[in-house]
């Protein structure tokens, strides 16, 4: 049974920070890219920031130079550090999953608020 196990969200301050963690068990084939996006209320799913198996990264505009993606292929987990963070990074952010064959698989969520 494939799980994505989203952790690290919370409540934080306007420029504060924080780190989200998915772990991926049970996904046949290997683990090709891994990412982050995000939805605040209101609005569609957006790409946050890809990573692929051999570290290649793709971030969206809006949160260049302040987040940055990494994972550790032998725990099948992807992070997302968070820095600066501002009141429109407010949102439930969900990690995404695609195996070699193109299998997706998709995270709860995890809700990131920002505010003071």
């Known amino acids: 049974q494939v799980q994505l196990v989203e952790s690290g969200g919370g409540l934080v301050q306007p420029g504060g920070s924080l780190r989200l963690s998915c772990a991926a068990s049970?996904?046949?084939?290997?683990?090709?890219?891994m990412g982050w996006y995000r939805q605040a209320p209101g609005k569609e799913r957006e790409l946050v920031a890809t990573?692929?198996?051999?570290?290649?990264?793709n971030y969206a505009d809006p949160v260049k130079g302040r987040f940055t993606i990494s994972r550790e292929n032998a725990k099948n987990t992807v992070y997302l550090q968070m820095n600066s963070l501002k009141p429109e990074d407010a949102a439930v952010y969900y990690c995404?999953?695609?195996?070699?064959?193109?299998?997706?698989?998709w995270g709860k969520g995890t809700l990131v608020t920002v505010s003071s």
């Open positions: 995404k999953v695609i195996n070699m064959i193109g299998g997706t698989y």
């Open positions: 049970g996904i046949i084939f290997s683990i090709n890219s």
């Open positions: 990573i692929t198996r051999d570290g290649a990264t």
